[in-house]
C-alpha cells in the first residue's frame, strides 16, 4: 500500500524526467536538441546540450555549409535586458539542432569600454567579407548608464566565423551628409535644413552634423556585394537605409530615408525575383504590435508600405512576436523564414523564437501562425501561388 503511493506520487516526475531526457538525447545517447525534425514556434528550444537556446534579436548567416545564429545572450530577470555577457553563436546544418558555439563576442569587464558589461548591444548581425576575407558583426550599441540615448552602432570583427570577435569601434551613421534622392523625388520630399525645417524632418536636421541616430538595426547583402546598414533612426521616426563600404566597417555616405514619421522598428530584409522586401514592426518597448511590410524595386526606392503581411488570430499582434531576420533557406526556392522574438522582459532569458514560414501570393507575402512545421512545407503546393 505505502509503496504503490510512492509508485504513484513519483510516477509522474519519472515520465517528465523520462520526456526531457528523451528530447535531449537521441539512440546513441548524444545531445541532440529537439527530438524531431519541426519548428515549435514559442516553445523551448534545447541546443545540443539540452539548454533554451540564447541568442535573442538575432541573425544566421550560412557560410562553408551551416548556418551560423548570432544573438543576445539573456540572463534571468530584468536585468537580461541588458548585455551581462555578450553575443552568443550557435551552429546548425539543418535549422532544428543548433550547437552551442559559445560567446562569439564577450563584453568588456572595463565599465570604461563601449562594450562595459551593462551596456545595451542589440539585434546583432554578422556578414562575410570576402575581399577582407573578415566576418563582420554589427550591432546596436547604447553606452552604459546612458538608457537609450547614445544611438550608436558598434562593430567587430573576426577571422573565423564562430569568434572570437574583437570589437572595434561605435559611431551614428553619416554625420555631414544629405540624404540621396532617386531620380523623379518629388522636391517637396527632400529635406531642407538650412531652410524651413519642417516636423518630419526635425530630429534629422538636427543630428546632420553629429550623425544620424542608430537604434534597431540589421545589415543587408545584395547579390552584388554590396551591403546595407538599415536602421531606425531620428529619435526612432524614421528608417534610414546607409550604404557600407567594401570593407564592411563603415559607410560609403550614400543612403536614403525610408517611411518617414512611422516608427518603424525590428527591420528585416530579403530579396526575391529581384525585389526588395522589408518587414518590421511598430515601435512600442518590448510589448508586440503588429507587423509591416514594403517592398521597393531598388535599394534606395521608392519603399512602398503594405501593412500586416501576419493573418489568422494573433496576427494582428505578430503572434505575441517581433521580427528580428528573414532566413532564406538555402537550396529551396522561394523558401524563406520568418524569425521574431517573442520578448520575456520580466525574466529576459526566457524569451522565446517565433520562425514561420513566409508565402508567397505573386509578390505579396503571408504570415500564418503554425504550432508545428518543417522545411518540406516549402516543397508542398500551393505554398507559393501565382
Ligand atoms: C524594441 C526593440 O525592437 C528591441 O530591440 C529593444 O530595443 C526594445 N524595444 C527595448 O524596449
Known sequence: MFKKRIVEKLLPVVSLMVALLLTVFNAEGQTTGPADANFYPGAIWPDNNGVHINAHGGGILFQNGAYYWFGEH?????????????????????????KDEGIALKVSDDPKSDIARGSIIERPKVVYNSRTKQYVMWFH????????????????????????YQYLKSFRANSGKMPFYPAGTPENDK????????????????????????????????????????????????????????????YTGKFVRVYIGHQTE?????????????????????????????????????WTFHG??????????????????????????????FMADLWKPENAIDGRYLWLPITFKGDEIRINWLDKWNLNLFDQQPHNSP
Open 191 to 250: 529635406a531642407n535644413c538650412s531652410d524651413t525645417v519642417t516636423n518630419a524632418n526635425k530630429f534629422f536636421c538636427r543630428d546632420v552634423s553629429s550623425g544620424q541616430m542608430i537604434r534597431d538595426m540589421t545589415v543587408f547583402v545584395d547579390d552584388d556585394g554590396k551591403a546595407y546598414h538599415v536602421f531606425s533612426s531620428e529619435e526612432n521616426y524614421t528608417l534610414q537605409i546607409a550604404e557600407l563600404n567594401d570593407e564592411y566597417t563603415g
Open 308 to 337: 500586416n503581411p501576419c493573418q489568422g488570430p494573433g496576427s494582428e499582434l505578430t503572434f505575441k512576436g517581433q521580427s528580428t531576420y528573414v532566413l532564406p533557406v538555402e537550396g529551396k526556392k522561394d523558401a524563406f523564414i
Open 141 to 164: 550599441l547604447e553606452l552604459l548608464g546612458k538608457g537609450y540615448g547614445s544611438a550608436l552602432a558598434g562593430i567587430a570583427t573576426s577571422s573565423s566565423v564562430t569568434g572570437p
Open 266 to 302: 525590428a527591420q528585416a530584409l530579403f530579396k526575391r525575383d529581384g525585389k526588395y522586401y522589408m518587414l518590421g514592426s511598430g515601435c512600442t518597448g518590448w510589448a508586440p504590435n503588429a507587423a509591416r511590410w514594403f517592398t521597393a524595386n531598388s535599394i534606395w526606392g521608392p
Open 74 to 98: 539573456k540572463i534571468e530577470g530584468k536585468k537580461g535586458n541588458s548585455a551581462q555577457v555578450g553575443i552568443h553563436c550557435y551552429s546548425s546544418k539543418d535549422l532544428y539542432h543548433w
